[in-house]
Nanobody, 121 residues
Framework: QVRLVESGGGLVQAGGSLRLSCASS????????MGWYRQSSGKTRELVAT?????????SPSVKGRFTISRDNAKNTETVNLRMDRLKPEDTAVYYC?????????????WGQGTQVAVSS
């Protein structure tokens, strides 16, 4: 059974930094795309950043230049990290790790359980 487990997150003041990590387990294949999504109260889940198996990245305009996504494709476990700098109160949300097996640009096949990020002003 494939699982994605997130770690990191927490409470930080505006302008601060946080690092999120997501590790996979149970997958015998490599994910085509791994990424981070977020959902704030009363809003739909939105894409934050993605990275392909080959290292191509995409960032939402709202985080570009402040967040950095990276990936480690170790055998039988893949890890995707999100370094978040110059955080703003509007970055407050539950952050989810997502992974696509075969197709990019679609809803992830697998999701993590989510981790809370809160940015105080």
């Amino acid at each position: 059974q494939v699982r994605l487990v997130e770690s990191g997150g927490g409470l930080v003041q505006a302008g601060g930094s946080l690092r999120l990590s997501c590790a996979s387990s149970g997958n015998i294949f490599s994910f085509l795309v791994m990424g981070w999504y977020r959902q704030s109260s009363g809003k739909t889940r939105e894409l934050v950043a993605t990275i392909t198996r080959d290292g191509m990245t995409y960032y939402s305009p709202s985080v570009k230049g402040r967040f950095t996504i990276s990936r480690d494709n170790a055998k039988n476990t893949e890890t995707v990290n999100l370094r978040m700098d110059r955080l703003k109160p509007e970055d407050t949300a539950v952050y989810y790790c997502g992974a696509n097996v075969r197709f990019a640009g679609v809803t992830p096949d697998y999701w993590g359980q989510g981790t809370q990020v809160a940015v105080s002003s």
